[in-house]
């Protein structure tokens, strides 16, 4: 089981991913919740309105920055993650998961049926002269 960090305004890097910094073809996997049990936003709650074609900054644990693209935003059922979200695969990736689809039950509560995938692609570096 994927498991976003306990503090729900952090995002944390999944530790057997890529880190952001490769260049290789494993994606880097980022998970974040929505909001907390009394419904305050989370990290990453805006992602539900991210769409195809956004752009995101990364900065690495050396302050190096990366450009990514949004190339997919994607609904998994919660019991469908497949495992091939964290293995290597043919193109470099930043993935972004976090809860979607939201289920209200009895008294107030709710919880999340889906996961909310956002792939992101590498932007090339421009340098300036």
Same mark, same amino acid.
């Given at each position: ?10 995002? *944390?890097?999944?530790?057997?991913? &890529? ?22 936003? *989370? &990290? ?9 074609? &956004? ?21 998994? &059922? ?10 290597? *695969? ?14 209200? *039950? ?24």
């Amino acid at each position: 089981m994927l498991s976003p960090p306990d503090d729900v305004r952090r995002a *944390g890097i999944w530790s057997d991913g &890529a880190p952001l910094a490769d260049d290789g073809r494993s994606p880097t996997v980022i998970t974040g919740h929505v909001s907390d049990r009394t419904d305050r936003a *989370g &990290a990453f709650l805006a992602l539900w309105d991210v769409q195809v074609g &956004a752009v995101a900054v990364t900065v690495d644990e050396d302050g190096a920055e990366r450009r990514w693209r949004v190339v997919g935003v994607r609904h998994v &059922a919660k019991d469908a993650l497949s495992r091939a979200e964290f293995l290597p *695969g043919t193109e470099r990736r930043l993935r972004l998961i976090t809860c979607a689809s939201r289920q209200s *039950g009895t008294g107030g509560a709710f919880h999340y049926a889906d996961n909310l995938i956002v792939d992101l692609a590498p932007q090339p570096t421009r340098t300036v002269r």
